[in-house]
Nanobody, 116 residues
Framework: QVQPVESGGGLVQTGESLRLSCEGSGSIFSINTVAWYRQTPGKQREWVAA???????IYADSVKGRFTISRNNAKNTMYLQMNSLRPEDTGVYYCNIFPWTGYLAWGQGTQVTVSS
């Protein structure tokens, strides 16, 4: 499988919003539970939001109520709408299937930086 391509990151101030996008190849996103992950310096990569094939979404407590995961199967694309951003949301964001098994390689990620 071709690794996914994340985009949409940037530098924003506390309280602002960003929308991340992730393009996958083939039907990889439409036939699997997918997720957005985040990695910050010195920490392991952690999942922040996941979306099942049936449309159910789950969120890490740290982002619940602020982030929304979605996908467009026709475009093989998934999204992460991030509102009310906080400095602790800073990190590199990746998309992949959930849980990650190693089947799909990690992409380059997209950097999100939230200034206080």
């Amino acid at each position: 499988q071709v690794q996914p391509v994340e985009s949409g990151g940037g530098l924003v101030q506390t309280g602002e919003s960003l929308r991340l996008s992730c393009e996958g190849s083939g039907s990889i996103f439409s036939i699997n539970t997918v997720a957005w992950y985040r990695q910050t310096p010195g920490k392991q990569r952690e999942w922040v939001a996941a979306l099942t094939t049936g449309g159910a979404s789950i969120y890490a407590d740290s982002v619940k109520g602020r982030f929304t995961i979605s996908r467009n199967n026709a475009k093989n694309t998934m999204y992460l709408q991030m509102n009310s951003l906080r400095p602790e949301d800073t990190g590199v964001y990746y998309c992949n299937i959930f849980p990650w098994t190693g089947y799909l390689a990690w992409g380059q990620g997209t950097q999100v930086t939230v200034s206080s």
